[in-house]
């Protein structure tokens, strides 16, 4: 029997699947670790000369792609590692488990958890395991620290004077008000004993620090990523608070964090690592992988398809502006030639419901409405969805819509406006079949947003 021929919706479904994979490929934490420690990343041409000098290495991995991360550098350098810790997501493995992409990991290395996007008492243990191989760093030896999206959380060690409780519920506080990461980072590295070059303090002075980075920030700003435990941060703790005022929720948070912000802000403690700041200097930044080598990716395999390739603007902001944004790009496109439409970054919700989702999927769904609104008889299908394969504390890394999304869904029995008003996109996306369902990749360079235009 012949084999049916695809529907052109069918296959316009398969084709953002496997452009999305392809960027997420292209961040592929084992391969582009490996070659900037083989000196074939821009800034890293010294790096195989300074590791072959043959001193002994401690090894910090953190982030949603530290298993990856740490099995580069196992593999090139495990007879070299004294000491180390590999900080990965939570429920990613058990603690003490031998179950490891290496097999051969030295005894040396631990291997622990932190919780993501909050963090716990293991993200508090496992920032004190970090600080202690670091402090334990001897001059002749080298650190070697590979920071990935998600270390903010999985890495949480609290200033003096303020608790882990308290952290977590200034943290949850500016996430539901819809804070950008940059916001976030302001906060928590003035109320952390590890961010914003807390981790950095920790080294003695002669010993030099090489950091490999899979940035999850746009722009790749090294305060940002991983809210920067090796970098200088301009930020302040008068600009702390300012972000905590304009997001309404100063008189939210517990007064032992607002106490020592304002203590800051007053001179009475010391603020975070300051650009210039000499220890700097030991520090080797390398930028391994980031969103935009993702997005370069995922044009080549649009491209690859058939589809002209277009770039959108960087996705930011608030997640329904920009999917409504999109949409009306989208609507005034030619309709003569397939399209592909490309963009990646990081949007944020401001939540004001009760439901559940995460920014990709409320972003496609604003995009979903628009596209009903201005576009309801063009051909175009989207999908916004995170590279860590986790859109908010969901299963899903994201969504795929149509300009028939909103009619299906109430038929249904939803109503798109509501749903998108009460932050609730997962329960609707889940009733059409419509998420992205892809499990943690194993890497984390922000978003992707893919759309496909007269397919």
């Known amino acids: 029997m012949e084999q049916p021929v695809p529907s052109p919706r069918s296959l316009a479904r398969a084709n953002l699947l496997r452009i ?11 391969r ?87 963090p716990d008492a293991s993200s508090e243990q496992a920032a004190l395991a970090a600080l202690e191989v670091a402090s334990a760093t001897q001059p002749g030896e080298l650190l070697i620290v590979a920071l990935s999206g998600g270390a903010s959380a999985m890495m949480c060690a609290p ?3 303020i608790t882990l409780a308290d952290k977590i519920a200034v943290t949850a506080a500016l996430m539901r008000a819809g804070a950008g990461i940059r916001e976030l980072n302001i906060v928590r590295k003035h109320l952390s004993a590890i961010k914003g070059g807390g981790l950095l303090r920790a080294v003695r002075p002669e010993v030099p620090v090489i950091a490999v980075i899979l ?88 491209a690859a398809l058939g589809y002209r390739v ?29 399209i592909a439409v490309i963009a990646g970054g990081e949007t944020a919700v401001t939540v004001k419901g009760s439901g559940s989702g995460g ?16 576009a309801a008889d063009r051909r175009i299908m989207l999908m916004f969805a995170g590279t860590d394969g986790i859109d908010g504390p969901t299963d899903a890394a ?25 932050n609730d996109c997962y329960r609707l996306f889940k009733g059409l079949g419509d998420l992205v369902i892809t499990g943690a990749t194993g890497t984390n360079v922000a978003d992707i947003m893919v759309a496909l235009v007269n397919f």
């Open 359 to 374: 920014r990709s999927q409320q972003a496609a769904l604003a995009a979903a409405i628009e596209l009903a609104r201005v």
């Open 20 to 30: 999305y994979a392809a960027a997420v490929s292209a961040a592929d934490p084992q």
């Open 215 to 302: 940035s999850d920030v746009p722009g790749n700003d090294l305060g940002t990523i991983g809210s920067g435990p090796l970098a200088a941060d301009a930020s302040t703790f008068s600009q702390a608070i300012g972000v905590m005022k304009r997001r309404r929720v100063w008189g939210k948070v517990p007064e032992a964090a607002r106490g020592r912000l304002e203590r800051g802000a007053a001179g009475e403690i010391a603020e975070t690592v300051k650009p210039h700041d000499p220890s700097l200097e030991r520090v080797t930044n390398l930028i391994a992988g980031d969103n935009r080598m993702a997005v370069e990716v995922a044009a080549s395999a649009a």
């Open 32 to 118: 582009v670790v490996a070659r900037a420690l083989d000196g074939e990343v821009t800034g890293s041409t010294r790096l195989p000369e300074a590791i072959a000098e043959g001193a002994g290495i401690r090894l910090i991995a953190v982030g949603k792609a530290a298993r990856g991360m740490a099995d580069a550098a196992v593999v090139r350098l495990a007879e070299r590692i004294v000491s180390g810790v590999v900080i990965e997501p939570k429920n990613t493995v058990e603690e003490g488990s031998a179950a490891r992409a290496v097999t051969n990991y030295p005894a040396e290395l631990k291997i622990l958890s932190g919780a993501h996007p909050l």
């Open 159 to 161: 200033a003096t004077g």
């Open 310 to 338: 277009e770039r959108w603007r960087d996705l930011e902001g608030e997640a329904d502006e920009a999917g409504r944004a999109l949409a009306g790009y989208l609507a005034g496109l030619p309709s003569d030639a397939p």
């Open 398 to 422: 994201g969504a795929i819509v149509t300009p028939a999304t909103v009619a299906r869904a109430a038929e249904g029995g939803f109503d798109a406006g509501s749903i998108l008003a009460d």
